[in-house]
């Protein structure tokens, strides 16, 4: 069975600039969130998604960050304009429930650098 | 704001003791607890699950959980270098989503 996928590996953008990162869950998980760690920082939270719905998305820094999922199977996390402080590791996980227990499995990240 | 917090390290052992790493959280209503493992530039890995008071055993590792002390911790016996890395602490928390929560993770160095 394949794991989350993550495209690209790596990205180096310029200021002002957009990128769009993309995210293939596990298949039948309903769950995808994404995370994001600055160098020498936690892995915050920035939204989750349950099949194509936001569920919660109060993780997201501002309106330069749009994320969606259309058809409920992979996603997108676009960024635009970029900017200096956006660099860092971007995370997906997905998961198959929801509740208390839920085990979630990530993807290898995108390393973004704004530069 | 509810948090995880975790000794960033690094956390030096020689090979053969046992790691020891700790993590401590906010949410005094949190009931799911892990441990992810994350080599540099690769994806954490999840390696252990806690529901519930106790210690639980897996292999070489051991996850212990304290909810009423709010601390959660994991055990490496007979370490290896292999298992030099960041140790991710992840907790579920109440309120509606149980959105996953990390800490920012422990550097484990385990030398020959």
């Known amino acids: 069975e394949a794991g989350v996928t993550q495209f690209p590996s790596h990205s180096v953008i310029e200021k002002g600039q957009t990128v769009t990162l993309r995210c293939d869950p596990i298949?039948?998980?309903?769950?995808l969130y994404w995370y994001r760690r600055v160098m020498g920082k936690e892995i915050k939270f920035l939204l989750h998604f349950v099949k194509e719905s936001k569920q919660d998305e109060s993780g997201m820094p501002n309106n330069r960050f749009l994320a969606e999922r259309t058809g409920g199977t992979y996603s997108t996390l676009k960024v635009q304009p970029a900017e200096l402080e956006d660099s860092g590791v971007y995370f997906c996980?997905?998961?198959?429930?929801?509740?208390?227990?839920?085990?979630?499995?990530f993807g290898q990240g995108t390393r973004l650098t704004v530069v | 704001q509810k948090e995880v917090e975790q000794n960033s390290g690094p956390l030096s052992v020689p090979e053969g003791a046992i790691a020891s790493l700790n993590c401590t959280y906010s949410?005094?209503?949190?009931?799911?607890f892990f441990w992810y493992r994350q080599y540099s530039g690769k994806s954490p890995e999840l390696i252990m699950s806690?529901?519930?008071?106790g210690d639980k055993e897996d292999g070489r590792f051991t996850a212990q959980l304290n909810k009423a002390s709010q601390y959660v911790s994991l055990l490496i016996r007979d370490s290896q270098p292999s298992d030099s890395a960041t140790y991710l602490c992840a907790v579920n928390m109440s309120g509606g989503s149980y959105i996953p929560t990390f800490g920012r993770g422990t550097s484990l160095i385990v030398h020959p």
């Open positions: 298949s039948g998980h309903d769950n």
């Open positions: 806690i529901y519930s008071n």
């Open positions: 996980a997905s998961s198959q429930s929801v509740g208390m227990n839920t085990e979630a499995f």
């Open positions: 949410d005094r209503g949190s009931q799911s």
